[in-house]
T-cell receptor, first 111, second 114 residues
Framework: GNSVTQMEGPVTLSEEAFLTINCTYTATGYPSLFWYVQYPGEGLQLLLKATKADDKGSNKGFEATYRKETTSFHLEKGSVQVSDSAVYFCALSGSQGNLIFGKGTKLSVKP | DTEVTQTPKHLVMGMTNKKSLKCEQHMGHRAMYWYKQKAKKPPELMFVYSYEKLSINESVPSRFSPECPNSSLLNLHLHALQPEDSALYLC?????????????FGPGTRLLVL
């Protein structure tokens, strides 16, 4: 069945460091891929998405490219800020219109 | 505007109480979802409504009763809950319930059952 595997944290970085959070998926067909972010005490916010192979989603300095050959959708940011501290979820669209989530990666950015 | 609103933000209830959670969206979306999220876990799907009809019930206990009175509103009625039901309850909506649609989430209701 469809599934998402993402690196488990926590990930701790210093401000202005480079961020990569790995996400790989198993799916039949051509799902959409998403990154959601959850700040402490809040709901999920859509960070970026990609709907087909080689699409690059980007938002607020974050980027991820839909790689079908490696079944990956890694999240990257060139220079993280303290305000980026949150839990990041990789997800794919299921065949019933549901979302299949990874386990989440907690990011802490220190000043 | 991609806003989904949820009320209340926090709720404390006893095991014999009846309460309701409310979710609203004005984006013209025709699919709405309830998720349950325990601490340090991803959200788990509970219910899906499509065009105001229940289309998915992920084997949720009957003490949770969803209702979709109209295309903009989704309720979750709670009765005789257990302490293990304490969690963050998230509502989401999408244009349609179909493959590749983007879901937009509300801020959640944090529920504590005593």
């Amino acid at each position: 069945g469809n599934s998402v595997t993402q690196m488990e944290g926590p990930v701790t970085l210093s401000e202005e460091a480079f961020l990569t959070i790995n996400c790989t998926y198993t799916a039949t067909g051509y799902p959409s891929l998403f990154w959601y972010v959850q700040y402490p005490g809040e709901g999920l916010q859509l960070l970026l998405k990609a709907t087909k192979a080689d699409d690059k989603g980007s938002n607020k300095g974050f980027e991820a490219t839909y790689r079908k050959e490696t079944t990956s959708f890694h999240l990257e940011k060139g220079s993280v800020q303290v305000s980026d501290s949150a839990v990041y979820f990789c997800a794919l669209s299921g065949s019933q219109g549901n979302l299949i989530f990874g386990k989440g990666t907690k990011l802490s950015v220190k000043p | 505007d991609t806003e989904v609103t949820q009320t209340p933000k926090h709720l404390v209830m006893g095991m014999t109480n009846k309460k309701s959670l409310k979710c609203e969206q004005h984006m013209g979306h025709r699919a709405m979802y309830w998720y349950k999220q325990k601490a340090k876990k991803p959200p788990e799907l509970m219910f899906v409504y499509s065009y105001e009809k229940l289309s998915i019930n992920e084997s949720v206990p009957s003490r949770f009763s969803p209702e979709c009175p109209n295309s903009s509103l989704l309720n979750l009625h709670l009765h005789a809950l257990q302490p293990e039901d304490s969690a963050l309850y998230l509502c989401a909506s999408s244009q349609e319930r179909k493959y590749q649609e983007t879901q937009y989430f509300g801020p959640g209701t944090r529920l504590l059952v005593l």
